[in-house]
T-cell receptor, first 113, second 113 residues
């Protein structure tokens, strides 16, 4: 089954404790991205990757890092999480060519205390 | 500034009734407009994608319209079902460059028996 998976689905952590949220897709897509979703706001892009070893900042990259060492995986790294990073996070992958449909993962709900 | 605004913020309807959700956008240059359905605790799932030249597109009981002149779109749900309870997100893709998407904040629909 074609899908985007994320782990963990739920995470409660404390300020400053490094964490990684994994994202994997089995559709051989080159383009992947990370979003955060907060109440009352639309999804906002954190980082995106157009291919292996090619990543770039989205609209809200502060406090986040990513890596893309393999096509299928695109982990999101929070080196020193803070409470304002409490949010719902989505990974997405996109096949090449118009209309550039996005396939979203199930989401990771992160709480930083 | 590229923006997508949706109305209403929330809506309650009775099962079997129809409803229409609105989306106004100021995005340029325009590539396409999507409607996503997001169930609670899940990632968004695409319902329709419309390009500049498409006025109407249907997906089962969901019908989206697009007026590129007034920069408005609507999503009409016919004969609502309890399973239609979800958030509906309007998203506009910016033409050119990488896959830049502008997300609306969504309309939360509750269908009551």
């Amino acid at each position: 089954e074609a899908q985007v998976t994320q782990n963990p689905r739920y995470l409660i952590t404390v300020t400053g404790k490094k964490l990684t949220v994994t994202c994997s897709q089995n559709m051989n897509h080159e383009y992947m991205s990370w979003y955060r979703q907060d109440p009352g706001l639309g999804l906002r892009q954190i980082y995106y990757s157009m291919n292996v070893e090619v990543t770039d900042k989205g609209d809200v990259p502060e406090g986040y890092k990513v890596s893309r060492k393999e096509k299928r995986n695109f982990p999101l790294i929070l080196e020193s999480p803070s409470p304002n990073q409490t949010s719902l996070y989505f990974c997405a992958s996109t096949p090449p060519g118009l209309p550039y449909e996005q396939y979203f993962g199930p989401g990771t709900r992160l709480t930083v205390t | 500034k590229n923006q997508v605004e949706q109305s209403p913020q929330s809506l309650i309807i009775l099962e079997g009734k129809n409803c229409t959700l609105q989306c106004n956008y100021t995005v340029s240059p325009f590539s396409n407009l999507r409607w996503y359905k997001q169930d609670t605790g899940r990632g968004p799932v695409s319902l329709t994608i419309m390009t500049f030249s498409e006025n109407t597109k249907s997906n089962g009981r969901y019908t989206a319209t697009l007026d590129a002149d007034t920069k408005q779109s609507s999503l009409h749900i016919t004969a609502s079902q309890l399973s239609d309870s979800a958030s509906y997100i309007c998203v506009v893709r910016v033409s050119g460059g990488y896959n830049k998407l502008i997300f609306g904040a969504g309309t939360r629909l509750a269908v009551h028996p």
